[in-house]
């Protein structure tokens, strides 16, 4: 059985170690509740331009957007997204695993043929522990999300798509549901797809004369043709400020595990320090006791 002072030391230890995981859940907590306000305020905007375009999309209009052309996928671009540090349960692990099951789907393409555009350091390490090269750095987009660097990432992807040099995007991310529930999602960011403006909206009213009711000025297609790229930059960014959620959700919800998993600890330790202090006293009476009687 360990010595008292040896007890003693591991609760002192333990104490020490719910005082750093209780800190950083609600460090961790604060930047949640930030994000959510993120999110609250722009889900609207994203909301609204994605239904336009999916109103306009689904008319009867021809659209010429290099963006909506599907062909055969000789060329991928994978956007993943990560956290910068650790200490959020499965989250990165589960991305990781994700990851590598979607690069198996494209091994016959070729790795010269993949192009990987991590964001987040642990996605980045993974990346090129798999000896493969990544495209560019995002670390910074992973902690601060914003609208000018995502931007500036889905501008060089729709770059490469209408020079026809990739013929595919696909984002793998964290879908923020809620504080207990973050949901690993794939999404196909080029070629836009109806189907995927779907999610942003859930309208089920008809859409069918949406042409007829309104002028549009200076055209359809030019309205199109602006709207396109304004909406999958909006799309890059409401994915990150998502998978920011997502993560200050996990590792609140870790740190809280852990935390509740020091004071089980401390309860446990409390105990086995009484036991064997009463049992020290107990002997140290049987002994006194018997020496009187001698």
């Avoid at 930030?34 to 999309?57: D, V």
């Avoid at 055969?72 to 991305?95: D, P, W």
Wanted: hydrophobic fraction near 40%; include cysteine.
């Amino acid at each position: 059985m360990a010595s008292l002072k040896e007890v003693k030391t591991r609760i002192n230890s333990v104490k020490n170690t719910r005082k750093i995981t209780s800190a950083m859940k609600m460090v961790a907590s604060a930047k949640l509740h930030k994000m959510q306000g993120t999110i609250a305020q722009m889900l609207p905007y994203q909301t609204k331009l994605s239904k336009i375009l999916r109103n306009l999309l689904s008319t009867d209009i021809t659209i010429d957007s290099p963006y909506v052309i599907k062909r055969a996928v000789k060329r991928v671009a994978v956007v993943v997204f990560s956290s910068n540090s650790s200490l959020c349960g499965a989250y990165n692990t589960n991305i990781i695993r994700e990851f590598s099951e979607t690069l198996a789907q494209y091994d016959h393409l070729g790795q010269e043929n993949v192009l990987i555009y991590p964001i987040g350091r642990k996605i980045e390490e993974a990346v090129k522990r798999l000896g493969l090269e990544v495209q560019e750095t995002h670390q910074t987009l992973s902690d601060k999300p914003t609208y000018a660097e995502a931007a500036s990432l889905a501008e060089k992807l729709l770059m490469l798509y209408a020079q026809r040099e990739i013929d595919h995007v696909e984002v793998i991310y964290y879908h923020f549901k809620s504080r207990g529930a973050q949901v690993l999602t794939h999404h196909t960011l080029l070629p836009l797809d109806i189907e995927s403006l779907s999610q942003w909206d859930d309208s089920v009213e008809s859409e069918s004369s949406f042409a007829q009711d309104y002028i549009i000025e200076p055209s359809v297609q030019e309205l199109i043709t602006e709207l396109i790229p304004m909406v999958l930059k909006q799309q890059l960014f409401t994915f990150t400020v998502d998978t920011s959620a997502s993560e200050h959700a996990a590792r609140t919800l870790a740190m809280q595990i852990a935390t509740d998993n020091a004071n089980d600890l401390i309860q446990e330790l409390t105990k086995q320090y009484n036991k064997s202090r009463q049992q020290a006293i107990t002997n140290e009476l049987l002994d006194i006791v018997g020496g009187s009687m001698r």
